[in-house]
């Protein structure tokens, strides 16, 4: 698999796990910092590499009539500022070739959200800069696929690259989860991220937002580490009742910690049983 550094992470970690956390959206400058402070504590407390994740704005909103950011330039600003509190890689979402060269100053890593993963100029554009780029897999997309965009990206010179898959549709309203996807994104020899939030999403079945039934997000997350996957991805907001977007999703600052110890301790037995 390939090996890489995104600032002070190693991917994969050197105990074969990594965390992807922070805010679906930059809503403002205290809610992201508070968030990764947390994060932070975390990461220390459990001796565990973290990535914060905010989107600097959202393009792919359910309604017109949806939150979409307090401005490019100011979330951005936040997320650097984040970064040079707390010595945490940062990751943002682009979603059109001209986003690249505006985010790429401010951030360690440019996320491909899953509905552009074969976005071809995109792809190549984040690749270029030479930041580590996260391609989410499409909700419409066989996992074997994804080792195409990965290859786009590669084309570029750049191996900082990781493959997420969130969820497969299934019908209208709904996503399933095929751990099958995890292994076979693997053999791309990529380093793969279980994004559990969003896995656990209902899009649009909210009334013209993205609802979702947190009550399985654990139980997802906990498959994930038993097939063997390189990291976790988690949105994580100070109250996720009043987000303004993903609210049924997000987990608490409070639920965090727990979650991440309990996984955290089922990759530990899972090492075990390997290592017989």
């Known amino acids: 698999m390939q090996k890489f550094s995104i600032g002070s992470v190693d991917l994969p970690g050197r105990k074969g796990l990594f965390l992807i956390a922070g805010p679906c959206l930059v809503e403002s400058r205290q809610m992201a910092m508070e968030v990764a402070a947390e994060l932070s504590r975390v990461g220390k407390e459990f001796d565990v590499p973290v990535v914060f994740k905010g989107s600097y704005r959202k393009a792919n909103r359910s309604s017109a009539s949806s939150f979409t950011g307090i ?22 979402d682009v979603h059109e070739t001209g986003e690249v060269e505006l985010a790429a100053p401010y951030v360690d890593v440019l996320q491909i959200p899953a509905f552009l993963c074969r976005q071809t100029d995109l792809l190549v554009a984040a ?54 996807s995890l292994p076979i994104m693997g053999e791309a020899g990529w380093p793969v991220v279980f994004d559990a939030t969003h896995s656990v999403q209902l899009p649009g079945a909210a009334s013209g937002v993205s609802g979702g039934d947190r009550r399985f997000l654990m139980p997802l997350a906990r498959a994930a580490v038993a097939t063997g996957v390189d990291g976790l991805f988690f949105e994580v907001h100070p109250d996720p009742a009043r987000a303004m977007s993903d ?12 979650m991440v110890g309990e996984l955290l301790q089922l990759q530990s037995c899972m090492q075990s049983i390997h290592s017989r």
């Open 71 to 92: 401005g490019d330039i100011e979330a951005l600003e936040i997320l650097a500022e984040v970064r040079d509190t707390y010595g945490m890689p940062v990751l943002t």
């Open 127 to 180: 690749a270029s800069t030479g930041l580590a780029v996260n391609i989410k897999k499409g909700q419409f997309m066989a996992p074997g696929d994804m080792a195409y965009a990965a290859e786009k990206a590669a084309s570029t010179g750049n191996r900082k690259i990781m493959l997420t898959e969130r969820g497969t549709t299934f019908g209208y309203h709904n996503l399933v989860v095929d751990f099958r």
């Open 247 to 258: 609210a049924a999703t997000q987990v608490s600052l409070e639920a965090f910690a727990p």
